[in-house]
């Protein structure tokens, strides 16, 4: 099992700026995907933003334009959350997860903890 520690989450002002960060620990064997997902109190987990491992990117329709996800592509694959220009209903709990394939095994989901973010003045 892959584990997955998110950290930058925390109290912005409508309008401001944070930056989400997930680092892995663990080896991980052919990603496939890695993503940000919310939650906000009452509701479902969402789709935020994803990143495909050709780079390939996709985001919700509410935060395309605001957010941006990136990864470093280094031994760490650390994957990024660039939340700009935020807006209270971006209040959530953000997850980050990858899709990954162990040897001969068949792909596989590992979630972080979660990072609660904020926004209000």
């Known amino acids: 099992q892959v584990e997955l520690v998110e950290s930058g989450g925390g109290l912005a002002q409508p309008g401001g700026s944070l930056r989400l960060s997930c680092a892995p620990s663990g080896t991980i064997f052919r990603i496939r995907n890695m993503g940000w997902y919310r939650q906000a109190p009452g509701k479902e987990r969402t789709l935020v933003a994803t990143m495909s491992s050709e780079s390939t990117t996709n985001y919700a329709d509410s935060v395309k334009g605001r957010f941006t996800i990136s990864r470093d592509n280094s031994a760490k694959n650390t994957l990024y959350l660039e939340m700009n220009n935020l807006k209270p209903e971006d209040t959530a709990v953000y997850y980050c997860?990858?899709?990954?394939?162990?040897?001969?095994?068949?792909?596989?989901?590992?979630w972080g903890q979660g990072t609660q973010v904020t926004v209000s003045s």
């Open positions: 997860n990858v899709v990954h394939q162990p040897p001969f095994s068949l792909p596989r989901t590992d």
